[in-house]
């Protein structure tokens, strides 16, 4: 009879980084973690060569990644990255005799139930209604979303796969009207990715830039941005942060709204764990409550903020399996 508990590779590949990892088998513990930056490498498969060159392994028989990216067929254009594939050309070139591919934030949402408390800090809300979805949002490159939803088998739950950061943001005062109609000027759709991701806070900070009067010239990298914001140095990365959590806040409210979402909201990415008391004393969760006859409803909800050393995803990638 086939192994059915074979060794695989496990991948999360966002805009910026591929972070892969090794599993001996369905529960074994991820070994072999190793992050490699997607411009180092021209396609996802020569970058899985070289994290299995570096091994000194032969590929395994399974390969699970979690990518950030839409997956409606075989072939995958990302859209924060120059990697194109198609899946079953890459399943064929590496050798492997299962390969899946699911969006980053459907492999995250995966590994949520799993996730031990001491990766967890709540940011508001009561205790979490058992047995209810569960909503995920997390800003990095871009906004990655997804959910949770019980299914009908006790104990299990079935992973949302849409693309809910490329939403309409909208505007809960003037100020943040005059700064998505300068994301719209600039881009034509102001979606929730275009203010809230690294690129989005370098997108708000030079839309204050410009309402400011100042040129495109002072246009900065995101981590400056949150580096001078968090030191206190400059208003516009101050306000610029500030707006990014405030508009954050209104995603995640919705997305609470959307899904029932009682079970509690789930914020992953690499960006909003860096930011500490910052984002603990930010506008997010006083703009997720503030939806009018709901604020009831969603003051009730528990935020937790994801704070882990490896990726989740690639656990949950491996549940993919």
Known sequence: MPDARPARVLGDVGGTNARFAWQDGDDAPLRDIATIPTADHPTLAAALAHYLHDLQRAAPPWCSIGIANPITGDHV???NSHWSFSIEAV???MGFERFVVIN?????????????????RQLGGGVAVAGTPLGLIGPGTGLGVSGLVPSSEP?????????????????????????LQVLRDRFGHASAERAVSGQGLEALHEALCTLGGASSATALPAAEISQRALASSDAQCVEALDLFCAFLGNVAGNLA??????G?????GGI??????AFTNSRFRACFEDKGRFRAYLEAIPVYVIHAE??????GASRAL
């Open 77 to 79: 254009q990302m859209t």
């Open 91 to 93: 399943r064929r070139e």
């Open 104 to 120: 980053d934030f459907t492999a995250l949402a995966l590994a949520i139930p799993d996730l031990p408390k001491d990766e967890l």
């Open 155 to 179: 104990g299990r739950w079935v992973a949302l796969q849409g693309e809910g950061g490329h939403v309409t943001l909208g505007a809960s005062n003037a100020r943040e009207a005059a700064v």
């Open 257 to 262: 709204l959307t899904l029932g979402a009682r």
């Open 264 to 268: 509690g909201v789930y914020i992953g």
């Open 272 to 277: 909003v764990p860096r930011l500490g008391d």
């Open 310 to 315: 490896v990726s989740p995803a690639l656990l």
